[in-house]
């Protein structure tokens, strides 16, 4: 009984330390983005104070009227909206059937497709972005969204294919030899028997295409010249030059840009770090 | 015949994504290659003559920028990495524990994976700045510094400055990857080490970290790949500079071919950086098995 007692003595003291470690980290890692929050909320005159305070002393959501009413966001957010969506929607088609095929069916060249799908994903956007710039011109999709929503998902497509090859796979067989002997053709079988098993897998895909069209930077900085067509992140880095040191207005930018993610993320990332594993890990 | 059937509504089902990839992944890289035996200059009148490889002797042997942003992308690299990989391991070990809201602090975590670039660097160069920066305030607070630290614009302190940033933004994705890895320690194995009287940091040698050195291979290997080509933090903080000090490889590539025109000459520089990330990923994995090698027979 004292061994007991003792050991849980221990047990509690080792749960103190540890919860203590975590809130440090979380203070520490979540502070900027609380900074960014806080400091959005405060008014002009407060922003650029000598003594900062950690919350504002006049709340005001002013600086994001602003940034909505004052410049070009709202035409950069629905840009952004659009060429992640249909980027998204791209993407998620194609993979869907890849993955089904790489997942269930032998054919002549799995391996060798697997591997070009894990090269791909290798590629710096660096040097991708290059040569795309030169073929982009020549096809005379420079400066349009086209050129945007093609590269998106052609960037997202590997990863996305890889990652919902993982979910499929995790159904079980015997539900499609099941449809196969009732007569179902394979086209049938897949849409009506494992697409609504997928959810989570699609789920996840979605998420990851989303986030990833809405957050590129490097391709909409060196395609897209007019401002009409700028994308968020492009939208908000010219911030910088025409509004110098509005640090009101990038910060509401700032936060408008980061809002959509963050909620669709928390909301779902079960499914997207279930899918992340997914893909990444078992390589 | 059956399986002939299967077999070519396979091919139907990968064709687009198999013609999405050639177009626009290899495709570019085959163009690019090509583009850089090119004069490609923008506005040149002979953009498609052959030079041989006169971009890549100009790199190696005429450009001192190459040289100096190739060590600035090692460093660069490398300490991001491992700051991340620390950050990643010790959250993860955390939070492998059995304890009370552990899905709620997973979750908390990973956030700052999903943050943009964009509202990360500026986020950041908000926390950083000179005179209202919240960090230069909270360091004068306590007596840290008496006067503000030129976080950005100091040659000497931008490279440390971004590289916690990109930290900041790396290590969950290895995080979630450890915590992973860490589901595959036996149970027994750690328990019985306890028994045996082993302290937190044997348990860790001996016990957990065999079962997630594999892993931790492979995500370190990853990061740095995504570290050595990453562009948005370093472009959006410094844009490469004070004075170059955080000019690596991309904002130079960038510079070349945006700024100085010069596609083909840039094209070379990316190639280079492609020829410098096979060679550290291929020399990292034989280190790896050279020294799995070793502690094999060590066991032995």
Redesign the interface.
Known sequence: MKIASLDRYRLSFT?LV??C??AA??IV??F??F??AS?SLKPAPE???RN?TMLPIAWTLENYLNVWQGTDFPKYFWNSFKVASISTAMTVF??V??A???AR????G?GA?GI??LI?Q???????V??????IQRLGLFNTHAALI??Y???S??FT?WMLRGFFEAIPQELEEAAAIDGAS??TTFHKVILPLAGPGLAAVTMFGF?RG??E??FAL?FLQGHDLFT???G??SF?EEYTFR?DL??AG??I??LP??FF??LM?RFI?QG??GG??K? | MFLQKRARFAYYLILPSLLIITLLDLVPIIESVVVSLQSQNMGRANPDAFVGLAHYARALFDEPTFWSSLWKTLIWTAFSVIGAYLVALGLALLLHMDIWGRGFFRALFLVPWVIPDVATALLWKWLYGDEFGVINFLLTKIGVINRPVLWLSDPLMAMPAVVLVQVWKLYPVMFVVLLAALQNVPKELSESAVIDGANIWQRFRFVTFPFIKATSIIVTLLASIWTFQAFDIVYLLTGGGPAGATKILPTLVYDKAFWGLEIGYASAIALLMLIALLIISVAYLLLYRAQSDVIEEARA
């Open positions: 749960l540890v919860y470690l975590l980290a979380a890692i979540l900027p983005i900074w960014m400091s922003l650029f104070a900062l194609v993979s059937y890849a089904y095929a790489l069916i032998r054919f002549f799995r497709y070009v799908l791909t290798m590629f710096p956007h660096i040097l991708l290059l040569p795309l710039f030169i073929i093609i590269a998902t052609a960037f497509l590997p294919i394979l086209l986030i809405w957050n930077f490097l060196v968020l992140p492009i908000l880095a910088q640090w990038i910060l700032s936060g840009i980061t993610v963050l993320f928390l990332q770090v992340l594993l990444a890990v390589g």
